[in-house]
C-alpha cells in the first residue's frame, strides 16, 4: 500500500512564498512508477487541479492559474514531490491534497484527472492574507 503525507502549509502575506512537500511511502512501491498530482480545495467550491509530476522523466502539467508562480519538483531519492509556490494570492488559499498515482496519470497537455490518483494525503491548509 502507498502512504502518502503532506506538509509545508501555513498562513502567510500575499507575495510571499511556501513550499508544500508530498512524502510518498510504502513496502517495495518504486517512486518511479508513479506519478504525483497537487489538487486544492478553496471554501465552498470544488476540488481544482494544480500541477502533477510523473516522477520518471519530470513531464509536468500545471493550471494556467498557476503558472509563472508555482513549479513543481520530485526528489527520487527522497521520494518526496514539492510544490513551491511563489507570489501567492488570496484567490491561492485552499486545502492543498497530494495524490499518487501510475506514471499515466499525468500528461503535459491535460490536467490531471482525481479518479486516476488512488493515494491521497490527508491535505495541508495554505491561508493567504491580502
Known amino acids: 500500500e502507498v502512504h502518502v503525507a503532506e506538509s509545508g502549509g501555513g498562513l502567510v502575506q500575499a507575495g510571499d512564498s511556501l513550499r508544500l512537500a508530498c512524502v510518498v511511502s510504502?513496502?517495495?512501491?518504486?517512486?518511479?512508477?508513479?506519478?504525483v498530482g497537487w489538487f486544492r480545495q478553496a471554501p465552498g467550491k470544488e476540488r481544482d487541479e494544480v500541477a502533477c509530476?510523473?516522477?520518471?522523466?519530470?513531464?509536468?502539467w500545471q493550471a494556467d492559474s498557476v503558472k509563472g508562480r508555482f513549479s513543481i519538483s520530485a526528489d527520487d531519492a527522497k521520494m518526496t514531490a514539492y510544490l513551491q509556490m511563489n507570489s501567492l494570492e488570496s484567490q491561492d488559499t485552499a486545502v492543498y491534497y497530494c495524490?499518487?498515482?501510475?506514471?499515466?496519470?499525468?500528461?503535459?497537455?491535460?490536467?490531471?484527472?482525481?479518479?486516476?490518483?488512488?493515494?491521497w494525503g490527508q491535505g495541508t491548509q495554505v491561508t493567504v492574507s491580502s
Open positions: 509530476i510523473r516522477t520518471h522523466d519530470a513531464v509536468a
Open positions: 495524490a499518487v498515482g501510475y506514471s499515466e496519470s499525468c500528461l503535459a497537455n491535460w490536467a490531471p484527472r482525481e479518479n486516476e490518483y488512488d493515494y
Open positions: 510504502g513496502s517495495g512501491i518504486f517512486f518511479e512508477d508513479y506519478a
